[in-house]
């Protein structure tokens, strides 16, 4: 077996790296060559091996940093007023905030970039679950964190590692 191409009809340019799959479809941020160009949402059905646009609401704010999640089995677009971050006087951190995605218990994920300077402790990590039903907030600090001080945070939101596999090792 090896990867086939895909012809693709629709004139594109990927302007995000992260992409999401909601049952079987593919969606990713992209610049499409117009008239008029746009930054749309692109989607790939893995069945029918067919691209598509996805028409957004005429409301819908779309950028190229916004993060697409799987919201109760829907497609759906976070984006702050900063665009990419989450800024301003917040009750909960001084940190710039981004969006990671949603987990499967439907709470919104928020992250910085790097490991924090500004909290108590030297080189702490902070993570942040908002629960959009309830309104609340939770955070998580990580420890540890010193030998990462220089380097990017990514996540990957529900990982799930097999644990029967520990009974052997």
């Keep these: 077996m090896s990867w086939r191409i ?15 799959c909601v049952n079987g479809v593919i969606y990713y941020v992209a610049g499409v ?11 790939f059905d893995v069945r029918s091996e067919k691209f598509k646009v996805i028409n957004k609401a005429k409301e819908m704010l779309l950028w190229s940093l916004s993060t697409l999640v799987n ?9 702050s007023d900063g665009y990419a971050e989450v800024t301003g006087e917040t009750k909960f951190t001084e940190d710039r905030l981004y969006f990671v995605g949603v987990t499967g218990t439907d ?23 908002y629960n959009i039903e ?7 600090e990580i420890q540890g964190m010193d030998a990462f001080r220089h380097c990017e945070i990514r996540h990957s939101l529900n990982h799930v590692e097999d644990v029967k596999l520990l009974q052997y090792i």
Excluded: M, W
């Design 6 to 20: 895909i012809e693709c009809c629709i004139s594109h340019s990927n302007v995000q790296n992260d992409g999401i």
């Design 33 to 43: 060559s117009g008239p008029p160009r746009a930054v749309s949402i692109i989607c």
């Design 71 to 79: 919201y109760k089995g829907t497609l759906g677009a976070l984006l």
């Design 107 to 129: 709470e919104i994920v928020l992250s910085p970039h790097y490991v924090s300077y500004l909290s108590e402790e030297p080189y702490c990590f902070h993570v942040y679950y």
């Design 134 to 140: 309830s309104n609340t907030i939770r955070r998580i």
